[in-house]
Every structure is written in C-alpha cells, then in structure tokens.
C-alpha cells in the first residue's frame, strides 16, 4: 500500500515537473503580482508565475523538490514580486494536530 501511494506521489510531481518544463516554450509577457515578470536566461516568465503557483499549494521546500529549482531562486522570486506566502501550506495544519492527536492517543494520554 505505501509503496502504491509513494509511485502515485512520484508519478504526480513527474507530471507537475514535466508541466514546468514545457512552458519554457512560451515567451508571453506576464505579470506578477502587478509587476511585469523578467525572462532569465534559465527560466520564462511562464514557468515563474507556475512556480510561484506552486508555492502557495505546496511550501517553498517542497516547490523546489519537484520542480528541481534552487530554494533561493524561489525566495529571491518572493521578494522580487512582494508575494507574502505563508511558512507552511494550510493542509499542514490539519496534518500537524492529527499527528498529536494521534500521538496522545498511543501514549496514552
């Protein structure tokens, strides 16, 4: 079974990397957040705004896992385009306090 969902992960962010990748065909001028996004010689304004995107799903760290981007090139995108993204996902939340819950209820407490 874990290994069943840990295939079905992969082959997801294979998918979401392979989605980034081909937008560096596209060269349409895009904005973020109000400011006109630059084209780098590595990425296109496209696959900005889709990391970007990506960030607010997943986190920061995780972005940079499955699209294989520098963390930095993330942060430095943040706070190039004034983007306030929180310092973990909203699902994270939920996750957290069935953890504890989960932990008080084999330990007994």
Known sequence: MKLELKY????????IKSDF???????DEIYINGI???????????QQAFALN??????VRATSRILQ????TLQNWIRKYNIN???YPDWMDM????KLRMRRIFQGY
């Open 69 to 72: 981007i520098p963390r930095s």
């Open 36 to 46: 006109k996004a630059k084209y780098s010689w590595k990425y296109t304004q496209r």
């Open 54 to 59: 990506q960030v607010y799903e997943y986190g």
């Open 8 to 15: 079905l992960i992969d082959d997801m962010n294979s998918q």
């Open 95 to 98: 996750w957290r306090r069935k």
């Open 85 to 87: 993204v929180p310092r």
């Open 21 to 27: 990748h081909y937008l560096k065909s596209d060269k």
